[in-house]
């Protein structure tokens, strides 16, 4: 049998019902119009769980839930900057006590003499490079400190004397660019 597709019909009461091949997708509907953005509804609502499932959401908590809702789900999820499995990764590293492996999971890392140090850049040309000293301690309480007390602004003002970064970047894509690198690095330091 061919498949049909989406469809729309008027049930024996007048109201029409979408239909997918000959299975009632939703119906009673006053008019067409209504059964169609029904339709778009639910066809976004599909491709959203289905999405949302792919990035790792259990699909238990998918169930019953409205478009808006899985809107919600959705927005977070991309709020977040770091994937289900670095996630997963940087606990197992963290438990292990192996710091490289950990920070390597989220910036280039480089070994030296006196400690470690975190290569940061992200979506632009910024590039820091923050240092942890084996001398003050547990490197993973020091990245926490570091993400708890970097300032924003700081970093603006800092970057701004320098005549080429001035005239590259606004301070509004600045801004942008510190808070999204604050956020993230706050969410690493949540896994320690």
Known sequence: MKNKGYNFRKNDAGEWVVYH???????????????????????ESNRLRDEL??????????????QEEL????KELESRSLTPEQIENGKAYRNAADFVSFFNLFFRVRETSDGVELSISGDT???????????????????????????????????????????????????????????????????I
Do not use: P, W
Request: charged share 30%; with cysteine.
């Open 53 to 66: 499932s792919q990035k790792g959401i259990d699909e238990e908590k998918l169930f019953f839930k409205n």
């Open 125 to 191: 040309h910024i590039h820091i490079v923050h240092c942890l000293r084996q001398c003050d301690g547990c490197y993973f309480e020091q990245f926490k400190d570091f993400a708890e007390k970097f300032k924003v602004d700081e970093q603006i003002d800092e970057l701004r004397l320098i005549d080429t970064y001035r005239n590259n970047y606004t301070v509004r894509k600045s801004l942008h660019y510190f808070e999204e690198l604050h956020n993230r690095l706050k969410e690493i330091a949540s896994i």
């Open 21 to 43: 091949d000959d299975t009632i997708i939703c119906g009673s509907y006053k008019t067409q119009d209504d059964a169609v953005v029904s339709l778009a509804n639910y066809v």
């Open 71 to 74: 809107l919600e789900m959705k």
